[in-house]
């Protein structure tokens, strides 16, 4: 099984009566998303808004979002994995332990209740965030509970959601997947797109060394990335191209400033449910967009002959 169940923001503002956060913490990271969208929202289907609205917050502990929460669960660090996997057994009434379920932190009556909750809902959606996606098990926790919401839909409509975090960072998905079919983690070293996400993931690139060159653009991973990933950035020739001086333009070799898109460059951003949102310049600004400078750096290879040892892989991150 592939692919993921979801659906537009507005969808859930009107029709989401179970909403489960995982792994993140809205109230602080993504302030406006409980009022604008989930939980406190009154619609055309929900009228009594937070009184129609049930709200499960799993996480490793008790942050501030868990006050907003009808229900907290508290899983044990690097189990969410192995939870997700008892909840897509018990939802198929397959048998479970009480020694495996206690191995998450959990108790068979609290899962039972949460098993039942989203069996009968009427719309759930199943929002994830980096404590899910960015822990042991990485894009194999975020896969088992895509899967989850898709086997909920046996039962009733169930979607699922990343909380994104950076700006845009669903528009470098969304081309990625356009041009590519993959999402991240993606090679070309064979003149081909291949995808393994723990191989070819930009942050696993860096960390084992394997690139000599890097071209960033809109992103600064000398600011979120592992010690390791830094520390290589150092020691190769990596060009960066921000607004702004960034902890990644401060270690690159060179920085090209560029405009900042949506404010003095043109562009498409993607909202964290993948709708498209276009951007119209309100300033003019004295340096080139991105698009340009890229455009520019391509016209003058294509002029240079051009080799790279088979194999070498070459990293690129873009965020905005």
């Not at 809205?26 to 609205?53: N, V, W």
């Not at 926790?141 to 086997?151: G, I, V």
């Not at 607004?243 to 404010?263: C, D, E, F, M, N």
């Amino acid at each position: 099984m592939g692919g993921k169940v979801t659906c537009t923001l507005g969808e859930v503002k009107q029709r989401a009566d179970f909403i489960v956060y995982w792994g993140g913490n809205p109230a602080e990271c993504h302030p406006r998303h409980f009022t604008k969208y989930t939980i406190m929202q009154k619609s055309r289907f929900l009228p009594r808004g937070r009184k129609d609205r049930t709200m499960v917050l799993v996480d490793i502990r008790e942050t501030k979002s868990a006050k907003a929460a009808d229900t907290f669960l508290q899983v044990k660090p690097g189990k969410d994995f192995e939870l997700i996997t008892i909840l897509r057994a018990m939802i198929k009434d397959q048998r479970v332990t009480d020694a495996q379920i206690e191995d998450t932190g959990m108790t068979r009556e609290v899962l039972d209740k949460l098993v039942d909750q989203m069996k009968n809902c009427k719309f759930g959606c199943m929002f994830f965030g980096m404590g899910l996606s960015m822990t042991r098990g990485k894009h194999m926790n975020s896969a088992a509970l895509l899967t989850l919401a898709a086997e909920l839909n046996a039962f009733t409509k169930f979607v699922a959601m990343p909380m994104r975090g950076h700006g845009n960072v669903t528009g470098a998905d969304v081309i990625m997947r356009w041009q590519t079919g993959y999402p991240f983690g993606i090679t070309f070293n064979r003149g081909y797109p291949r995808y393994n996400p723990g191989e070819f993931s930009t942050v696993d690139v860096l960390v084992r060394g394997d690139c000599d060159a890097a071209f960033i653009i809109g992103a600064d991973p000398g600011a979120t990335m592992p010690q390791p990933a830094i520390d290589h950035l150092k020691r190769i020739p990596t060009i960066c191209l921000d607004p702004h001086i960034t902890h990644t333009s401060k270690l690159a070799r060179v920085h090209i400033t560029t405009a900042p898109q949506g404010i003095a460059a043109p562009g498409t951003a993607y909202r964290m449910d993948e709708l498209p949102l276009p951007l119209k310049p309100a300033l003019k600004s004295p340096y080139p967009t991105d698009e340009e400078v890229v455009r520019r750096i391509n016209e003058e290879l294509q002029k240079k002959p051009f080799w790279m040892p088979e194999g070498a892989p070459l990293t690129m991150t873009a965020h905005g």
